[in-house]
């Protein structure tokens, strides 16, 4: 009994001090990529800006479809909950308010890092571990190409431009998905249902939600290159991708938890 006690706290310290060195790496890869960001060789370079555009039209663009039908039914649901609750408590004017809390500061940012993590985290972490198993990464040091500059600053600024505008569409789609279900099961009239959204949404909602997106998607960038770096073998390249998605979940709930819990709590 002894015996597994100490192998347990031994073991327990061992993981603790590894989690404590993995997350001084990741955020000394996040200073070194903000730095990176601000060189003027890297800023005026063609292929950064192209790199960028390769980034947000994967992670941006490609993603609409799937962003706009999880926002389109997210918005209809909380509606339709609502719409069947709210009169039992006499308050069915604050239909604007719960569609304001829920998607413009909980829901919108929290559902679309999820779907930049399953897509474009995965993907990102597989494809800079595959650049490190086939040499790549070494290519460009040997080159005196910094990997930092080249591949980790487009996909972090990227990913994050990707998340802030993608965030901004979830909400509206799902704001039009509401309006839709509003005006055909109790007739709500469009005017009436804008006004009382708009009157609801405030500048610290918006404030809340686009800072949300912006460190949602710097955290999934950064965690992603990051696991893509550490890759060793083929064979790890599965793992780094899993262990992106597993990562940037874990932080960005962590963090969704702590903003929100300050913020009402202030």
Not at 92 to 98: A, R, S, V
Not at 107 to 116: M, N, Y
Not at 194 to 222: N, P, Q, R, Y
């Amino acid at each position: 009994m002894k015996y597994t006690l100490v192998r347990f706290i031994y073991g327990a310290g061992e993981k603790s001090i590894s989690t404590i060195g993995e997350v001084r790496s990741v955020f000394s890869l996040f200073l070194r990529a903000i730095q990176g960001c601000f060189s003027p060789s890297r800023v005026l370079s063609a292929s950064f800006f192209a790199q960028i555009s390769r980034q947000i039209l994967y992670t941006g663009v490609e993603a609409m479809g799937l962003v706009g039908i999880i926002a389109f039914f997210c918005g209809v649901t909380i509606v339709v909950q609502s719409m069947t609750t709210m009169p039992q408590f006499g308050v069915t004017e604050y239909f604007g308010n719960i569609l304001v809390v829920a998607v413009v500061r909980e829901l919108g940012p929290f559902f679309t890092s999820l779907v930049v993590i399953g897509r474009s985290g995965a993907a990102l972490a597989a494809y800079i571990g595959t650049m490190r198993v086939n040499k790549e990464i070494d290519a460009l040091e040997v080159m005196g190409i910094d990997p930092i500059h080249f591949v980790v600053v487009p996909a972090l600024a990227g990913m994050t431009l990707s998340m802030i505008c993608l965030n901004v569409y979830f909400d509206m789609i799902a704001i039009v998905g509401g309006l839709v279900v509003a005006n055909v099961t109790v007739q709500v009239p469009f005017g009436i249902f804008t006004g009382k959204v708009l009157e609801a949404l405030s500048w610290v909602d918006i404030l809340l939600s686009g800072s949300k997106g912006m460190v949602f998607g710097a955290i999934i960038a950064i965690v992603s290159c990051w696991y893509g770096l550490a890759v060793a073998n083929i064979r790890a390249v599965p793992q780094a991708a899993m262990k992106a998605v597993v990562g940037s979940m874990t932080v960005t709930i962590i963090l969704n938890i702590a903003v929100t819990v300050g913020f009402y709590a202030r």
